[in-house]
């Protein structure tokens, strides 16, 4: 199986448009969102079964059993997150505060407090044609490599017979985007022509590199920046790193998503221009030689 990956330094760069129209493109029948916080490929994708879902544990939270708590304020005082707040009669712990450090069960002399799973969403795994794997966060919990990687798991579990699988990676540059690039064969990293999505794609290679896999490039909405878009293609040719195209700005993304359709259900200069992205791109994951 091969395993691309899409990527960008921040939300809205058009990663998931991408995502979704390489998926029609190459008619991949094994695909994960892995950008759970703001998670939208559903909306592309024809998947519409019901999903087996499986709660996702993220950290650790702290509970005080009030019976045993004597109110010396210990844990309060001692809480780097202002996570414990003092009430009339005893101590509670702020559930969206609290970092499951650990600190206040430590320090507690009474053993009142205890450390507790919490699950922190929910891991949803869609079977019908296409194996479509992704999460949904509860409100207040952050995205983490350990959820990306169980999104990632339970996609590649089911999907063994698949050739392709595309993976919508998490967008920035932290942990969750490095457990999104684990075990890939290439990631297309989608970039805007500006000095910070130069800035986050040098990163973003950075981190590609550490796992050794291959690596391609493309710029969207070129033409807001035809200078910056020139500095990106002189930087992929600096360092040897595949360009696989520029895509303009094209109002018809807006017309494709509230339609839940990707850009290759339509007749627009932005569909033609992936269309070659997609061609590059997939000229490097199979190995063609396209220089
Ligand atoms: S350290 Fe323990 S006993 Fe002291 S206030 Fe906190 S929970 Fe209560
Ligand atoms: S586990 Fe850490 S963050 Fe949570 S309440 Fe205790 S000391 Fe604060």
Known sequence: MKKLLILSGKGGTGKTTT??????????????????????????TSVRVKPDEADFIG??????????????G??????HFDAIVKTVSTFNIKEYACEGCGVCSYLCPQEA?????DIAGSLKLYKDETIFSTAQLKMGRGNSGKLVAAVKQRLLKEATDQELTIIDGSPGIGCPVIASVSGMDMALIVTEPTVSGLSDLKRLIKSASI???????CVNKWDISPKQTETIIQFCEDNSIVFAGKI??????????NNGKSFAD????ARDALKMVYENTMDVLYDNNIN
């Open 19 to 44: 995502a979704a129209t390489f998926i029609k493109f190459t008619g991949a029948k094994a695909i994960a969102d892995c950008d759970v916080d703001a998670p939208n490929l559903h909306l592309v």
């Open 59 to 72: 950290a650790e939270k702290a509970k005080i059993d009030t019976n045993k708590c004597v109110s010396c």
């Open 74 to 79: 210990l844990c309060m005082d001692n809480c």
């Open 113 to 117: 407090i205890q450390m507790n799973d």
């Open 211 to 217: 796992f050794e896999i291959k690596v391609a490039v």
């Open 248 to 257: 303009p700005y094209d109002k018809t993304a807006y017309a494709a998503v």
């Open 266 to 269: 339509y007749d627009c200069p």
